[in-house]
């Protein structure tokens, strides 16, 4: 999630306030937004504007609700350090099973605690607090467990589990197995539960109340929480939720957090797996394959570092990632490092198809039988890890640094389908053994259990897919999670963002980290404090550079920690520097011999201005070679083979443009039994040209003007070369269309060898903004290339030189209303065009470092209607390997063509009231041929707020004027001062290419005041109103004219449908009134499920004129249509009245609602 960082407040008080609420108080509508308030200090928390729900004592900061105008109040506040938004957290459901109860091994086997419970350890005398969504403590393995609960939620009056997933996770740290003879008995069976209820039967909470239930468990004597939740991820590395998740472990709670659903490298491996974790992605239905689509498209949207969601990105926190019974990392698990570069998760614990308690009867869990129910995801593998916590609690006296110390000492490293050790990015210090750990803690005696993540380093570049081309983040090497960095540097190479943690559950002084070894004089290390407390997590820094002179070959030191007078742990570090790859002549080779899954890395230096980066890789024998190539810059990119790359056995990589900077080239074998030869051929190619472009301004039609553009190659030698003039045709085409719910609609294109770049962009149908969507671009070999995923508008996706063929694009009903979602798709193709204006002349070869002259002769025709025209001249040549070309950009306007600016302005008072009604425009504009011609711009208040945007199109046949009217009424609204400025005027031809730019600003000395207002208009205020007899909203009415006016609006609920019309027609005084629109339930009583209402469709109007309107116009918080009263009944105080206006259809004066509120005839007014 892209967020602003509250801690960059760079000395503005708008820097404490988080991106999302900045956003909403952007739309200019005031509200009520729920927010965490955190403050410098713990005293003076009286905050005005606030209405308090929590005060904190886990952190200094308290949550509630406030309008945008306090939230801003707040922010001037110097005890204020950071607002928050109070985020959502959700529950993804699972999909299909990969295993069943005939074959299932229990997680208390998977790591051993069986071992433990031989010992007489079982978590007796230790309590787990389960922060969730309640427990069924009625459940016969759960009976008598649970201690104390709290229900922390304001829609649910009980705190019983009517979602199944807290059940769930109590069962497997505690459950007694008592309904199944033992088969799926908890880790720690005899320990004792605290249960805080913080998510609802929906799946959804509440940052706020997750802090409040973990605060509570804390002061309740919990001695471990279990969070099986995240989903929050504020782009910063240490949000409210996750303080207070560090803060209980420094008082001496074990706090075991779910590293989360989500990872940057998504396969489609676990196509039969469940995921379950709560988290703020999309929820998926437990139906029968129903998003298979999206396993199919091996693409999902970049994410950067930081996929670990809070509160599992915190230090103290033990993180928990998932994996299954044959040791392999789940798909699904979420991987690190941290936004500050730490590794996360520290172990990973068993999370496929876990059988574990459920209450009876509820529509969400998949249950095996009346007891029992299976799930997948690291909710599920978190509470495997607070029940081993408490087994070792028991066996000795541990602070959570202590615990967390025996597990990552004792987990067991898991190799990926390679044969190779998984990335500590994907399971830290691995999988947990619990008598390995229990080995640890007993045998100790008097000496320090500690530990530090990472316990290993491999120095080595990242690899980031390039810019703009969507998807995956990491390697593909043929093992089953892809790699997310090359483990190699080259001289001069610093791999710098290494974040070391060492805990410890004792005190220790004498602190002290040295580096060690061959390359041990390569490390720099961040000192850590000579003691540290007993409990205590210390971050620090390492980073290791390869010195210039460094010869190829393999490195090795250590990182020594100590204290007292003793070494305490060794950290091994490798560092493998790669070879030099000489260039002669713009080309060099190099040749070697791998097995097994070896690698070989090389690097060479791309040059500024160097025009191409080419390598091709040729292979012998039958076994499976991959080329890869890292840029200064750690984009990677890997090389083609197509289809038959096996028979081939060749692969190679075509870069044009590289960056500049030192590239590594590596070379890979996948799970070879034997060996492979190789050959590697590299070619720089530099051809510089002088002038690098050619603009012809004011070119008059019938003239010819000439150019010489010298012509250098610093690169392989060329061959045969042609010159032609080029210009670019693009074509376009609006695509209709609509989708139903999990289906694909699909629409073939062509693409030719004219076909320069294909783009394909969705324009969404829905009102609400809430269908989501995914639009997929497939080659003609039914490979997706490139794909979005989301609400609202998507793309545009680009190919550039798309392979010839028929190309398909497809939009799938991720989550759209079941009668479907319409759409439309705008199809664009760029295709190249001989450019007969041009004729051109230049040498047919290039030997390496020659140069020769290119000339060129550009005529305009004498007819030409065109105002201006871009295009290149294109230079294709030969060389010893394949062909390529290169292209010199070429622009001309035609004479005469341009634009004047404003020729005249005037106002007019249609009434004579003394305020003008129109403000007239005229722009004076030359053009050489007649035709179509488009004028655009901006006109802006003093302060550059927009009041309008100009975009008047007109048919001219000759120079003249082109006019436009601004309502004045618009103006006085959305204007605050004067004068008004005209900006960014610029005329474009019937073609839409740009003509000319007036460069001065304009101004007009006229005010807003000056200008009429309108009778009345809509404010942008809202109150919700509705009660268990209707669903009123009450909107808010500026009158500056008192008279009869008419208020005509549709609400819909979450998938479009309309659940209601209304209209209200009243007199209304001059002021601020507030008209209330009352909706028959009926239809959203009848409705399936929770929904928010939305108003749309929202008219005022006066004489039959309408006066103001938006499209979108508010949204309810979630409502349950079962609340509602029959006719013959009546419920109060069940409905959630948190509002979320949309955006506010370009209205920018908002009048805060004020004063006491009385009803007046239906009016809610304002006095």
């Known amino acids: ?189 005899a320990a004792s539960l605290l249960s805080a209820k913080v998510i609802d039967s929906k799946g959804d909470g509440k940052v706020s109340d997750i802090i409040a239930g973990m605060e509570w468990a804390v002061y309740s004597g919990a001695d471990i929480l279990s969070l099986s939740l995240g989903g929050i991820n504020l782009g910063e590395s240490n949000p409210p939720i996750t303080m207070a998740a560090d803060n209980a472990a420094k008082a001496g709670v074990v706090v075991c957090v779910a590293a989360g659903n989500r990872n940057s490298s998504k396969t489609a491996d676990l196509a039969g797996s469940r995921a379950s974790q709560i988290d703020a992605w999309p929820s998926q239905d437990s139906g029968s394959n129903k998003d298979f689509y999206l396993l199919l498209v091996p693409i999902v949207v970049a994410l950067p570092p930081g996929l670990i969601d809070s509160p599992g990105d915190g230090v103290n926190v033990i ?41 009876s009867g509820l529509s969400r869990p998949d249950y095996v039988d009346d007891y029992y129910a299976i799930e997948s995801g690291t909710s599920l593998s978190t509470p495997v890890a607070a029940g081993l916590a408490a087994l070792l609690l028991e066996a000795r006296s541990l602070s959570p640094a202590g615990v967390k110390a025996a597990m990552a000492r004792g987990a067991v490293k898991l190799n990926n389908t390679l044969g190779e050790s998984y990335e500590l990015y994907y399971q830290g210090a691995g999988m947990l053994d619990a008598l390995r750990s229990y080995d640890i803690v007993a045998g100790a005696g008097d000496d320090a259990v500690c530990a530090v993540i990472p316990d290993r380093w491999s120095a080595g570049r990242w690899a980031y897919l390039p810019s703009g081309e969507g998807v995956y983040v990491g390697l593909y090497t043929g093992a089953d999670r892809p790699q997310k960095k090359l483990y190699a540097l080259a001289p001069g190479d610093e791999d710098w963002n290494l974040r070391l943690v060492f805990f410890s559950n004792d005190s220790i002084t004498g602190l002290k980290a040295s580096a060690l070894g061959d390359a041990g004089g390569w490390i720099r290390l961040q000192p850590l404090p000579e003691s540290i407390e007993a409990n205590g997590q210390k971050v620090f820094a390492a980073s290791i550079r390869v010195p ?115 590239w590594l080239i590596a070379v890979h074998i996948e799970n070879s039994t034997h060996p492979a030869d190789y050959d590697l051929h590299v070619e720089r190619s530099r051809i510089i040209t002088d002038p690098i472009r050619w603009n012809l301004e004011s070119a008059a039609p019938g003239s010819t003007s000439s150019n010489e553009f010298s012509l250098g190659n610093f690169g392989p030698a060329l061959f045969n070369l042609s010159y032609s003039g080029v210009i670019e045709n693009i074509t376009s085409e609006k695509i209709e269309g609509s989708v139903l719910y999990k289906e ?118 004498t007819d030409t209607s065109l105002s201006r025209l871009d295009g290149y001249i294109k230079i294709s040549f030969d060389k010893s390997t394949d062909g390529g070309s290169f292209e010199i950009p070429v622009s001309v306007t035609v004479a005469g063509s341009r634009l004047e600016g404003l020729a005249s302005h005037e106002t007019y008072d249609s009434d004579g009231d003394g305020l003008f009604d129109v403000l007239s425009l005229g722009f004076a504009v030359n053009i050489t041929a007649g035709g179509e011609y488009r004028l655009k711009g901006a006109l802006t208040d003093c302060q550059g707020r927009s009041i309008d945007l100009i975009d008047s199109i007109e048919r001219l046949k000759s120079g003249g004027i082109m006019a436009v009217n601004i309502s004045g009424m618009d103006i006085w609204k959305r204007g605050s001062c004067g004068p008004l400025h005209i900006k960014n005027l610029i005329l474009y031809d019937d073609s839409g290419s740009y003509i000319d730019r007036f460069k001065d600003d304009i101004i007009i000395d006229v005010d807003p005041d000056q200008f009429q207002s309108p009778p009345a208009y809509l404010s942008g205020e809202f109150i ?89 116009a508010w949204r309810s918080g979630e409502m349950n249509p079962s609340a509602f009263a029959l006719p013959s009944e009546e419920k109060r105080g069940v409905f959630n009245t948190n509002s979320t206006p949309a955006q506010a259809g370009g209205v920018s004066r908002s009048v805060p609602l004020s004063g006491s509120v009385r009803m007046e005839r239906g009016m809610a007014v304002i006095g």
């Open 1 to 189: 999630m892209a967020a602003l960082s509250a801690a960059e407040a760079n000395g503005s008080s708008h820097g404490k306030i988080d991106a999302e609420i900045s956003r909403i108080i952007a739309r200019g509508v005031e509200q009520d937004i729920p927010v965490i308030v955190m403050l410098k200090e713990r005293s003076g928390d009286d905050i005005p504007g606030l209405d308090v729900r929590y005060r904190y004592r886990l952190i200094p900061g308290l949550s509630g609700r406030a309008g945008a105008s306090a939230i801003e109040q707040m922010a001037e506040d110097e005890r204020v350090s950071a607002i928050y938004y109070d985020q959502d957290a959700q529950v993804s459901a699972p999909s299909e099973q990969m295993a069943g109860p005939g074959d299932y091994m229990s997680p208390a086997r998977q790591i051993k605690a069986d071992r433990l419970w031989e010992k007489g350890i079982d978590g007796n005398g230790t309590t787990v607090a389960v922060i969730d969504s309640g427990i069924d403590k009625n459940h016969p393995d759960l009976v008598g467990k649970v201690v104390a609960e709290k229900n922390f939620l304001a829609d649910e009056i009980t705190a019983d589990d009517l979602l199944g997933h807290g059940t769930m996770v109590a069962g497997i740290i505690a459950g007694s197995g008592a309904a199944s003879g033992g088969l799926y008995r908890g880790i720690a069976p």
């Open 319 to 359: 993180t928990v990632g998932a994996a299954d019974a044959s040791g392999r990392i789940a798909g699904f698990s979420g991987s690190g490092p941290t936004r500050d570069d730490r590794i996360k998760p520290d172990v990973v614990a068993p999370g496929v198809d876990i059988i574990s308690t459920a209450p």
């Open 548 to 662: 210039d002179d460094a010869a190829p070959g393999v490195y090795n030191a250590s990182i020594d920690i100590s204290g007292e007078g003793k070494s305490l742990l060794d950290i091994p570090v490798s560092v493998r520097v790669a070879e030099p790859l000489p260039i002669v002549a713009g080309v060099g080779e190099a040749s070697g011999t791998l097995k097994g899954n070896e690698w070989d890395y090389y690097y060479l230096d791309i040059n500024p201005g160097d025009r191409e980066l080419f390598a091709r890789l040729n292979w012998q024998g039958d076994e499976r070679v991959d080329l890869f190539l890292l840029s200064p810059t750690s984009e990677y990119y890997s090389g083609d083979g197509g289809e038959g790359v096996l028979i081939s056995r060749s692969e190679e990589k075509r870069l044009e443009s590289p960056p500049s900077g030192r």
């Open 1024 to 1112: 919700n109103l509705t009660t268990a007899g209707s669903i009123a909203i009450g909107i808010n009415v500026t009158v500056n004219r008192p008279g009869m006016y008419a208020l005509q609006g549709v609400i819909v609920d979450d998938y479009g449908d309309v659940m209601g019309e209304a209209e209200e027609e009243r007199y209304l005084t001059a002021g601020n009134a507030t008209v209330i629109l009352q909706f028959d339930p009926g239809l959203f009583r009848a409705s399936e499920g929770p929904s928010a209402i939305r108003l749309v469709d929202l008219r005022l109007s006066r004489e039959e004129e309408v006066l103001d309107s938006w499209d979108v």
């Open 744 to 861: 694909v609609w699909e629409n073939a294109v062509n693409a030719t060898e004219r076909t320069r770049k294909i783009s394909a962009r969705l324009l969404s149908g829905d009102r609400t903004n809430s269908s989501e969507m995914m639009l997929v671009l497939e080659n003609p070999e039914g490979k997706p290339v490139d794909a979005a995923l989301g609400t609202g508008d998507l793309g545009p996706l680009e190919v550039s030189d798309p392979e010839n063929g028929t190309w398909r694009i497809k939009v799938y009903g991720y989550d759209v209303p079941e009668a479907g979602q319409s759409f439309s798709v705008l199809y664009k193709e760029y295709a190249e065009d001989r450019w007969g204006w041009i004729e051109t002349r230049g040498p047919a070869d290039l030997p390496t470092n020659e140069s020769g002259i290119l000339y060129a002769n550009l005529t305009i025709p």
